[in-house]
């Protein structure tokens, strides 16, 4: 059973531009959640969603930033015109149901230039 | 709004020695706390925590809860240089029909050989 699979594993982007980023939950998981974390900071949360729905994005600027995760394919964040505070790991996590232990992808590093 | 505190922020031992990491929380609806490990990649899980007082032990590593301080601790004993990592403790709880985990800083050991 592959674990939690996100790509691409680096992004450079310049101001502007879109960043797609993809995660692919484990095998069986329904609920994904996505992270973000800066450099000597913890893992903030953003969103968590199932199937076709968005259950809480709390956490995620409402502006510039969404997140789907469709009936078919993996889930994915979208930052559009990026700037250079939206640099850091993103950390997608998935889970078969709720219990609150959530297994997390090795994570995506995006780069604003 | 909730949050999760974790002390030391940095520490750095010798083999051999013992470390205690702290984490204490403040949330409201709190169903478990867990703790993870980040090397350089994917947050890896190491214990869920739900009832207070019971250790929770695998090798050299225990964790226990404490409900009424609302605290955690996670012990280390004989560290090696293989357990240098950012120790996360995290709180799972529920808020409006959402369920999440909610990330402390992290603590940087670093074990010198």
């Known amino acids: 059973n592959a674990g939690v699979m996100q790509n691409p594993r680096h992004l450079v982007r310049r101001r502007g531009q879109e960043a797609r980023l993809r995660c692919s939950p484990m095998k069986g998981h329904s609920h994904v959640y996505w992270y973000r974390q800066l450099p000597e900071e913890g893992l903030k949360f953003m969103v968590y969603?199932?199937?076709?729905?968005?259950?809480?994005e709390s956490g995620m600027p409402k502006e510039r930033f969404s997140a789907e995760f469709p009936k078919e394919g993996p889930s994915i964040l979208r930052i559009q015109q990026v700037v250079r505070g939206d640099s850091a790991a993103y950390f997608c996590?998935?889970?078969?149901?709720?219990?609150?232990?959530?297994?997390f992808g090795e994570g995506s590093r995006l780069t604003v230039l | 709004e909730d949050k999760v505190v974790q002390s030391p922020l940095s520490l750095v031992v010798h083999e051999g020695d013992t470390v205690t990491l702290n984490c204490s929380y403040e949330v409201t609806n709190f169903r478990s706390l867990l703790w993870y490990k980040q090397e350089k990649k994917a947050p890896t899980f190491l214990f869920m925590l739900?009832?207070?007082?019971i250790e929770k032990k695998s090798g050299r590593l225990s964790s226990i809860l404490d409900k009424k301080e609302l605290s955690s601790i996670l012990n280390i004993t004989a560290t090696q240089t293989g357990d240098s990592a950012i120790y996360l403790c995290?709180?799972?709880?529920?808020?409006?029909?959402?369920?999440?985990?909610?990330f402390g800083k992290g603590t940087k050991l670093t074990v010198n050989p």
């Open positions: 996590a998935s889970s078969p149901r709720l219990t609150g232990e959530l297994f």
């Open positions: 995290a709180v799972y709880l529920t808020q409006g029909g959402s369920e999440k985990l909610v």
């Open positions: 969603l199932q199937k076709e729905n968005i259950i809480d």
């Open positions: 739900t009832s207070s007082g």
